[in-house]
């Protein structure tokens, strides 16, 4: 149970498998009649940009110099004159990266059921793979290398070679045409975007549920049919309840005391006749969640001046925020709770005893199971070696949750030599 407003409040969690039966699902459904039967509630837009990102899945050092992501416009900055892509930054490929402040996870939008999401895609990536390769090198400029392996610790390049990327949510309604749906087949000559280009991708959203995104550009490689979902090009679209609102559930100490507008009174429990119920400690924020940053330095700089805080739509019902965790609200009657003509069985009167109140504000947790990842593990010349390399396959990181991986293998050996912090585990 979690506590939102003051209010008792439950949790849902999305939980997504990105293996290769799912990857296989193949292109959204179209026709004429759907399209026609489309009514937004409102057009909620997202601007989104994929990118060469280098990424660290764990403490112990398995990494992918060469991972792409999915991330929006606004949480990107130009690497050379450090300015987000939305305050002065170039969008130029090869020269791009998530802000500092910003740690590498899969993108996560958020509409509200009856919901409209227009997707402004612009493809980022360098004209070739593996853009951060080591090609060209002698003995001398291999600092990483280990005498006697072939490759270089950071080297890794399972990008597919074809650049070309789209924004394909699967189970969503198409509604415009076929050229939303994100791939190259049938009546659709192509809605893929070669390195450089924009493109724009309308859906509906027309029930709750958690949506996987994934790019047909490539759609052979590893994963079978999931392309680049191997190295990270993939998100999750989750639709909320009808009427929602989507809030940030994990903000910095900066951004709490911005949001905060005060503190509760201390009810201290110092007189005989106070009762538990009644002795409370107090003292704590008072959230604005519809709070701004300040139209001031260093904001403007960081492209955040004027932005919500905490509330991920802003103004004009464009995506600002796309955390991985959020609390969802109903702006109704002040408490957060939903309606009951939310749900069929509340509408009238009753629910299902066996779950939670559904009518309630609650917290969301969205969870990505990828497997198969490409990575370059830990301590190389365990995973490396001739023996041993079979034996720790099946315990290396390439199972991860949402970027992040603890493969037990590098765990045991970080152990075994008393280094890092599983130094002094007894077990």
């Known amino acids: 149970m979690n506590s939102v407003n003051g209010k008792a409040s439950y949790t849902r969690t999305m939980l997504l498998s990105l293996m290769a039966g799912l990857m296989m699902a193949g292109s959204l459904t179209y026709s004429p009649d759907a399209e026609a039967a489309v009514s937004c509630a409102r057009t909620v837009t997202a601007n989104v940009v994929a990118i060469d990102q280098p990424v660290m899945f764990n403490r112990l050092g398995a990494q992918n110099i060469n991972y792409m992501v999915y991330a929006l416009r606004r949480d990107v900055v130009n690497t050379t004159s450090g300015k987000p892509l939305t305050a002065g930054g170039a969008p130029e490929r090869g020269k791009v990266a998530l802000r500092p402040d910003k740690r590498p996870r899969p993108l996560v939008l958020r509409v509200a059921a009856g919901d409209c999401l227009q997707v402004i895609l612009q493809n980022l990536l360098t004209d070739v793979a593996n853009p951060f390769k080591i090609v060209d090198h002698d003995e001398d400029e291999l600092a990483g290398r280990h005498q006697g392996f072939d490759n270089p610790i950071m080297q890794i390049d399972n990008q597919v070679e074809g650049r070309y990327i789209s924004f394909h949510p699967l189970g969503l309604q198409l509604v415009n045409d076929i050229s939303d749906d994100g791939s190259y087949v049938g009546k659709n000559t192509s809605s893929l975007l070669a390195p450089g280009d924009i493109g724009i991708y309308t859906y509906y959203a027309e029930a709750e549920g958690a949506f996987m995104v994934y790019s047909r550009g490539q759609p052979f490689g590893g994963e079978a049919s999931g392309g680049n979902v191997g190295v990270g090009l993939f998100g999750v679209v989750n ?137 370059t593990q830990a301590f190389p010349m365990w995973f490396t070696d001739p023996v041993l390399s079979h034996t720790l396959h099946g315990v290396r990181d390439s199972f991860m949750i949402n970027y992040g991986s603890g493969g037990i293998g590098s765990e045991i050996i970080t152990n075994r030599l008393g280094v890092g912090p599983m130094h002094d585990c007894l077990n």
């Not at 940030?248 to 009174?265: D, K």
């Not at 805080?309 to 109704?332: F, Q, R, W």
């Open 239 to 375: 639709v909320e309840p009808v009427g929602a609102n989507f809030y940030r559930s994990q903000i910095t100490e900066e951004e709490m005391r911005l949001a905060t507008t005060g503190t509760t009174l201390i009810n201290a429990c110092d007189s005989p006749e106070d009762t538990p119920a009644n002795c409370r400690p107090g003292g704590q924020p008072i959230i604005d969640y519809e709070a701004t940053y300040p139209i001031a330095q260093p904001w403007w700089d960081e492209g955040k001046a004027g932005l919500p805080i905490i509330n991920m739509l802003a103004a004009g019902n464009e995506i600002v925020h796309s955390d991985i965790n959020a609390v969802i609200a109903h702006p109704g009657d002040g408490t957060g709770n939903f309606p009951a003509s939310t749900y069929p069985l509340e509408r009238s009167g009753v629910r299902n005893p066996t779950v939670p109140n559904r009518l309630e504000a609650f917290r969301e947790f969205t969870v990505v199971f990828h497997d198969e990842q490409a990575a």
